[in-house]
């Protein structure tokens, strides 16, 4: 996608799969982590790894594997969006 459709995508992807658990800017679920600055912590490599797969990345993660559920140009819209947040 172009970098004009990412917003777009990454937007889409976080309504759908992470509002439900995430709370960025004051807005979602809190059941998972607060992701309002993560990309001050975490770079979009590290966050697709995260999403895709988590337990690769913490053995206790409760979060479930995006990998199947997202496709790539998907998994790195909304990788990128949450590194961007800080």
Known sequence: PSIAQRPR????VFARHCIGCHVVNGE????GPE?????????????ARLIADPESVDPDAEM??????LSRDELG???NYLASLK
């Not at 992701?35 to 966050?47: P, Q, V």
Request: proline fraction near 3%; glycine fraction near 10%.
């Open 35 to 47: 992701l309002s600055r993560i990309g001050a912590e975490r770079d979009a490599a590290f966050l």
């Open 64 to 69: 479930p594997s995006f990998a199947r559920r």
């Open 77 to 79: 819209a909304i990788a």
């Open 9 to 12: 995508i990454a937007a889409a």
């Open 28 to 31: 979602g679920g809190d059941d």
